[in-house]
């Protein structure tokens, strides 16, 4: 099985590799290394996290799709974790943009190839940041996310959003939808 993580140099992804490798896996890492957090840190986490594993690493970002599809292209790709994101609630409110083109677009890209190249699972990490202003602690994945408090959050339930239309036109029941997403369900 080959399993593609994007955010793979982060410290959730690069420990799920490692952990995925340690059971045998083939991954591809993808990761752009951007300056949001130390460049030098990401790299330095990999090589000592993963030494000695056999892996493949992408430096590329998931905004660039034709990069993209030539991965999903020269791999048969199996399943995803897409851990990918411009993170930082403050930095969002002086680059929305990054926020929509990574976050939005990205994820965008991420799920299109998936159906393209027929790939079986994925799995998509968000933030407690959706959640909003919520007053109701702690948090339940039934909680509505319609009041996002920044610019990241409001990706987020996007790209939540993108998660859940994508696995509910390819006919998955994997997903549950979250209050307030008005799409209707096909029951059998």
């Given amino acids: 099985m080959t399993i593609l993580i994007t955010g793979g140099a982060g410290f959730i ?36 996290l993963l030494a000695g594993y056999d892996f ?71 933030s407690s940041s959706v959640y909003g202003g919520n007053a109701k602690l702690p948090s339940s994945e039934n909680d509505i996310i319609s009041a996002p408090l920044s610019i990241y959050a409001m990706t987020k339930i996007a790209t939540e959003n993108i998660a859940y239309t994508y696995n509910y036109l390819l006919d998955c029941r994997t997903m549950t939808p979250r209050q307030g997403v008005k799409v209707p369900l096909k029951i059998e």
């Fill in 56 to 126: 493949k690493l992408c430096e590329v970002d998931i905004t660039n799709f034709a990069t993209l599809n030539k991965i999903f292209q020269d791999n048969k790709i199996d399943k995803i974790f897409h851990l990918a994101a411009q993170a930082g609630v403050r930095y969002s409110l002086e680059n929305p943009f990054a926020y929509h083109n990574t976050n939005t677009g990205g994820t965008l890209h991420i799920f299109e190839l998936a159906k393209n190249y027929h790939v079986e699972q994925i799995v998509y990490a968000s």
């Fill in 13 to 48: 992804g690069c420990h799920l590799a490692k952990r995925l490798l340690e059971h045998g896996e083939k991954i591809i890492i993808v990761d752009n290394f951007n300056n949001y957090y130390d460049p030098w840190l990401k790299k330095a986490r990999i090589k000592n």
